[in-house]
């Protein structure tokens, strides 16, 4: 009898050890304080008293009760707080006053309160307005129509405003976007538009936006500001399709200080959204004439001018002369530094397309117009 009981006891720490253990295993995942084995002494613990929340309705009614002003955020505190009726008077007539003159002042298109600070609509997502503004400036049409053109970022902006162009809208994500324009913004005249950046993201031709669009009128050859006095040069472009290359050959146009640019018919929109942005800044500093029928371009070029043809698809030999196409056309044809540019009054350079080169108007133009006083380059 003795021998069957110290069995059964046996067995039965057994198996509260293996149930301690499974124990253990699956509340492992939790991160537990601290482990407490069967035989380690409760004397030397030293956990943390947790804060237990009793969550009897009684309690908490009689805590409402005491205080009152206490339970709630700071938001609420603020709200539970009465202001006296003559200090309440004067806190709702100054915020009239200043809706009424933020109305006035945004009525008027001025951009600075009396603070200095720029005054700007805010809309929401999707607007109605926002798209149908943005939308009739992505088209050719609509642009040549209404006049007015599309920039992004803060450097065409700023470019623009100090060529003295009109500035109309500018629609923006971020408030601090605007500061980099504050030194060179006029007093009245441009309408601010705050949007979500998520919108602007729809909107934009960039993998990153800038977050900032700029909406002007359309610059013509009479309002171009200079920054210097152009060189007696003049750039015929010749069909050239690819906007990059456009915007390209207008910044080195600027760069090289031309006098005017010439596009005839067939070459890429020049307010496009890439080559305007390619361009970095040149439409506003160039007068460009776009959309020349060749039967109009001897009214653009200057008088006693030297015309240059810039064609690479010409063979020039010592011994076998030239191609016989310039030989029937009696057009001398010698390499760019064979040249003196000194000696000329005055300059035009005929540059082809990417795809089809000097077209044969290019040449028939010259010819016809201008007799022998031509260099194919």
Same mark, same amino acid.
């Given at each position: 009898?003795?021998?069957?009981?110290?069995?059964?006891?046996?067995?039965?720490?057994?198996? #509260?050890?293996?149930?301690?253990? %499974?124990?253990?295993?699956?509340?492992?995942?939790?991160?537990?304080?601290?482990?407490?084995?069967?035989?380690?002494?409760?004397?030397?613990?030293?956990?943390?008293?947790?804060?237990?929340?009793?969550?009897?309705?009684?309690?908490?009614?009689?805590?409402?009760?005491?205080?009152?002003?206490?339970?709630?955020?700071?938001?609420?505190?603020?709200?539970?707080?009465?202001?006296?009726?003559?200090?309440?008077?004067?806190?709702?007539?100054?915020?009239?006053?200043?809706? %009424?003159?933020?109305?006035?002042?945004?009525?008027?298109?001025?951009?600075?309160?009396?603070?200095?600070?720029?005054?700007?609509?805010?809309?929401?997502?999707?607007?109605?307005?926002? #798209?149908?503004?943005?939308?009739?400036?992505? #088209?050719?049409?609509?642009?040549? %129509?209404?006049?007015?053109?599309?920039?992004?970022?803060?450097?065409?902006?700023?470019?623009?405003?100090?060529?003295?162009?009109?500035?109309?809208?500018?629609?923006?994500?971020?408030?601090?976007?605007?500061?980099?324009?504050?030194?060179?913004?006029?007093?009245?005249?441009?309408?601010?538009?705050?949007?979500?950046?998520?919108?602007?993201?729809?909107?934009?031709?960039?993998?990153?936006?800038?977050?900032?669009?700029?909406?002007?009128?359309?610059?013509? #050859?009479?309002?171009?500001?200079?920054?210097?006095?152009?060189?007696?040069?003049?750039?015929?472009?010749?069909?050239?399709?690819?906007?990059?290359?456009?915007?390209?050959?207008? %910044?080195?146009?600027?760069?090289?200080?031309?006098?005017?640019?010439?596009?005839?018919?067939?070459?890429?929109?020049?307010?496009?959204?890439?080559?305007?942005?390619?361009?970095?800044?040149?439409?506003?500093?160039?007068?460009?004439?776009?959309?020349?029928?060749?039967?109009?371009?001897?009214?653009?070029?200057?008088?006693?001018?030297?015309?240059?043809?810039?064609?690479?698809?010409?063979?020039?030999?010592?011994?076998?002369?030239?191609?016989?196409?310039?030989?029937?056309?009696?057009?001398?044809?010698?390499?760019?530094?064979?040249?003196?540019?000194?000696?000329?009054?005055?300059?035009?350079?005929?540059?082809?397309?990417?795809?089809?080169?000097?077209?044969?108007?290019?040449?028939?133009?010259?010819?016809?117009?201008?007799?022998?006083?031509?260099?194919?380059?």
């Amino acid at each position: 009898m003795l021998i069957r009981r110290l069995l059964i006891q046996t067995i039965a720490q057994q198996q #509260s050890q293996v149930n301690s253990v %499974r124990l253990y295993g699956r509340w492992l995942h939790r991160n537990p304080v601290k482990v407490l084995l069967p035989f380690e002494p409760t004397t030397k613990l030293h956990l943390k008293k947790e804060n237990v929340i009793n969550m009897n309705s009684k309690i908490l009614n009689e805590t409402e009760e005491k205080h009152p002003t206490e339970i709630g955020n700071d938001e609420n505190k603020h709200f539970q707080v009465s202001l006296p009726p003559a200090k309440s008077k004067e806190v709702k007539s100054k915020k009239k006053e200043k809706l %009424r003159k933020r109305k006035f002042y945004l009525s008027q298109q001025k951009i600075f309160d009396d603070n200095c600070e720029i005054i700007y609509e805010k809309f929401k997502d999707n607007d109605g307005r926002i #798209s149908t503004l943005l939308t009739n400036l992505k #088209s050719k049409k609509e642009r040549l %129509r209404s006049r007015q053109v599309l920039v992004e970022g803060w450097r065409l902006i700023v470019d623009g405003l100090e060529a003295k162009c009109k500035l109309n809208y500018v629609i923006f994500s971020r408030v601090e976007d605007l500061n980099k324009l504050r030194p060179f913004l006029p007093k009245t005249g441009i309408k601010f538009f705050k949007i979500p950046y998520k919108e602007i993201e729809l909107w934009s031709n960039v993998e990153t936006s800038p977050g900032v669009f700029g909406i002007f009128e359309m610059p013509t #050859s009479e309002n171009i500001r200079r920054l210097s006095k152009p060189l007696p040069l003049d750039l015929i472009c010749d069909n050239i399709r690819v906007p990059g290359n456009l915007g390209a050959i207008l %910044r080195i146009a600027v760069g090289a200080g031309c006098e005017k640019v010439l596009l005839t018919k067939g070459c890429v929109d020049v307010w496009e959204p890439k080559v305007v942005r390619s361009a970095a800044g040149a439409h506003f500093r160039l007068p460009i004439h776009n959309g020349i029928d060749w039967e109009d371009m001897p009214k653009f070029l200057e008088e006693h001018t030297s015309v240059f043809i810039a064609d690479s698809d010409v063979k020039i030999t010592e011994y076998e002369g030239v191609d016989d196409k310039f030989d029937a056309l009696r057009i001398p044809v010698l390499p760019y530094y064979g040249v003196q540019y000194s000696t000329l009054h005055h300059i035009t350079l005929v540059i082809g397309g990417e795809t089809e080169g000097i077209s044969e108007d290019s040449y028939r133009l010259v010819f016809l117009v201008l007799g022998t006083e031509i260099i194919a380059l």
